[in-house]
């Protein structure tokens, strides 16, 4: 990764900033990219400690937003002249309700964010890959893109429609060198799967928690740093022929949905 631009939407807390500290480690030159300005300074800063020389830009913007994804591109241009990889990582949960219960104007937001985000900067980066006859983009799906999830109708149709995009810009892109991917992430401890479990046992969140992990083969619940190594990998020159997958990075759970 030494010297590659990459750009990291969601980047202030979660899986954004773990991949961010990875991508660093590996002497990436990094846009962080969030709604959230205090949180992303903040995060850009804590890099930097760890990592001396990590060059850093951060750009805050709301995804949903296409002028402001344009922004982020633009700013990412000017400073460095390239875009060698996408992190496509921002993206809402939403609330928990059945079907025909949901708030409609929660729904639209969960669109905008999870989908049109993510389509917003594949539209205005992936043509300057073109240019370059480079890159390397990987999109954030879930677990929830490749099955269904009790209460939570916007986002698993949202997240398989972040899959979807990802298998059609493999096919139509990979002729000019630039691979896409997408990673289904189960329950890794970020903020937001810490706030699901708040939504599930408000009385007791650690206990819906634990009982979540007892149905993993593996006994725990993923960390954000699981995810960051395999976000590396796929970002990077080391994968040259990974085209078009949605990978999930579950501890195995979702071989298991459907079984008793």
Do not use: C, W
């Not at 949901?102 to 890959?129: Q, S, T």
């Not at 289904?184 to 903020?191: D, K």
């Not at 599930?200 to 960051?228: H, I």
Request: hydrophobic residues 40%; negative net charge; glycine residues 10%.
């Amino acid at each position: 990764m030494q010297g590659k631009v990459i750009i990291v939407t969601g980047a202030a807390m979660g899986l954004g900033l773990s991949a961010a500290e990875d991508l660093a480690s590996q002497g990436a030159k990094l846009v962080l990219v969030d709604y959230n300005e205090e949180a992303l300074l903040k995060a850009a800063e804590s890099i930097r400690l760890a990592h001396k020389g990590a060059e850093i830009e951060t750009y805050t913007a709301d995804v949903s937003k296409e002028e402001q994804v344009k922004g982020y591109v633009e700013h990412t241009i000017q400073k460095f002249g390239r875009i060698d990889g996408l992190y496509n990582n921002a993206g809402i949960e939403g609330r928990q309700a059945p079907l025909t219960e949901y708030d409609l104007d929660v729904f639209k937001k969960v669109i905008d964010i999870n989908l049109l985000g993510v389509y917003y900067a594949m539209r205005h980066i992936i043509p300057i890959m073109q240019k370059q006859s480079y890159g390397r983009i990987v999109n954030v799906a879930s677990v929830g893109g490749i099955r269904g999830v009790m209460n939570q109708t916007p986002y698993v149709a949202t997240k398989h429609a972040v899959s979807g995009m990802t298998k059609n810009a493999a096919i139509e892109y990979g002729r000019y060198g630039i691979l896409t991917n997408a990673i289904a992430p189960g329950a890794i401890l970020t903020p937001m799967v810490e706030e699901a479990f708040k939504q599930v046992n408000p009385a007791d969140p650690k206990a819906a928690e634990t009982e979540y992990a007892q149905r993993n083969p593996t006994r725990r619940l993923g960390q954000p740093k699981d995810v960051a190594k395999l976000v590396t990998f796929l970002l990077s020159e080391d994968n040259g022929y990974v085209n078009g997958q949605t990978i999930a990075i579950d501890g195995g759970e979702s071989n298991l949905y459907g079984n008793s």
